[in-house]
């Protein structure tokens, strides 16, 4: 220790009889003194950042299909894989052709109802009425060509090229053309025109055969199951001969042409996916797919403290499949700088940075925000151009005269 002090004492000495500056050993010295440290210099790029949320992928539609009623099944007209459009009959249960049969009485009881109601009220038959409209359209044109033949007789008599008689005989077949139709109104309204009571009872019946057609209907509708969309068959859990029974899953139906992924979003984020913004799909394979936010949730899922956001993704190519994993990314620009996590302390007033200022360290109080992965979001008490020191902050003391070096 001795001989280094007499070194650079003796050092020192030769600096001053030639009249030179700071010897070489002393900056030496003084450089051992210096903590070499990473520092980040804040630019635009630091304020753009990425937000990630993985989900879980499920088909546009997925239904579990099922009769409406029980009986044995009597056809399965799909399989594990079929494709299949909208409306298409997938199974049937025996009783469907009994159904049907009802249904097609109950059609043919509101036909007759409906024919009832007419002659009942009225004493007139649905034929009869039919021909007295045809009189009454046929009234109507020929109104409409006397009215158009008066017009042409007014100009010629008024120009002198038509006699007044005849004038006047056109008058009069446009006013008999006028009564014509005017009695073939009163006459067809005279049939339709019925006693209120009989006509309620009549209504009735209608309506008592209506609900008999509705009732037949179900029942058919009941014994089938039909596809509800077009899509993908991805289970058929039953077969012919075997018994069904109400609500119970026949046949697993999915839509793949279109796919969305279902994201669980913390409360703090939530904010920032909006309904029919661009963001970029990847899968646990590779995959990687452009979507669409179709749907956040205005309420909060108690059970998970969390909100709901389903993104559309197109699966044209087939490359998405339900139940897969996918990670949901959408760009994010901060008010303020997004800094690693290693650059920001948290001491007795808060948290803080430390920052290089002339080459000495300096201690700023921040208020932060998001936390993302390994990087946090410093919404104040930094500036574009700052050098913000990253790492091993905690051994720092503000006024440390530092050497810093640059990091990315």
Excluded at 56 to 72: D, P
Excluded at 358 to 379: A, F, M, N, P, Y
Aim: contains cysteine.
């Amino acid at each position: 220790m001795l001989r280094t002090y007499s070194m650079v004492a003796l050092a020192a000495s030769m600096l001053l009889l030639s009249g030179c500056g700071a010897s070489e050993p002393e900056q030496l010295v003084r450089e051992e003194r210096q903590k070499v440290i990473s520092v980040l210099e804040l630019n635009e790029e630091h304020q753009q950042t990425t937000l990630s949320v993985a989900g879980f992928v499920e088909g546009r539609n997925e239904s579990a299909l099922s009769f409406g009623t029980s009986g044995t099944i009597t056809r399965v007209n799909v399989e594990k894989g079929t494709r299949v459009s909208e409306g298409q009959l997938l199974a049937e249960v025996e009783s469907v052709d009994l159904y049907a049969r009802a249904e097609q009485a109950a059609s043919a009881m509101v036909d007759l109802a409906q024919d009832n109601k007419v002659q009942r009220a009225t004493g007139e038959s649905v034929e009869n009425i039919e021909r007295q409209r045809i009189r009454v359209a046929e009234a109507e044109r020929d109104l409409e060509l006397a009215a158009a033949d008066l017009e042409r007789f007014e100009v010629l008599f008024e120009s002198g090229a038509l006699s007044k008689k005849d004038f006047e005989d056109q008058q009069s077949r446009y006013v008999r053309a006028e009564s014509a139709l005017e009695r073939e109104r009163i006459t067809l309204d005279g049939m339709l025109k019925g006693d209120p009571q009989l006509l309620a009872s009549v209504e009735s019946s209608v309506l008592s055969s209506y609900n008999t057609l509705a009732q037949a209907q179900r029942n058919v509708n009941a014994a089938q199951i039909r596809a509800p969309f077009s899509g993908v068959v991805a289970e058929v859990s039953k077969k012919v001969g075997e018994q069904a029974s109400p609500g119970t899953a026949i046949i697993h139906l999915v839509d793949l042409a279109e796919v969305k992924v279902v994201l669980q979003v913390d409360r703090d984020r939530i904010d920032y996916f909006r309904k029919g913004q661009q963001v970029e799909v990847q899968g646990e394979r590779g995959a990687v797919s452009k979507g669409t936010i179709a749907f956040v949730s205005p309420t909060l899922d108690t059970r998970s403290g969390k909100y709901t956001v389903e993104v559309r993704v197109s699966n044209q190519d087939g490359q998405w499949r339900s139940g897969m994993v996918a990670r949901v990314s959408l760009p994010h620009r901060s008010s303020g700088y997004w800094l690693p996590l290693s650059a920001v302390g948290l001491g007795s007033e808060g948290r803080y940075v430390m920052a290089v200022e002339e080459g000495k360290t300096v201690r700023r109080s921040v208020t932060v925000g998001l936390l993302i992965d390994d990087r946090i979001e410093v919404l104040s008490g930094v500036d574009k151009d700052d050098w913000i020191i990253t790492a091993g902050i905690a051994f720092l003391t503000e006024g440390e005269e530092v050497e810093p070096r640059f990091v990315d």
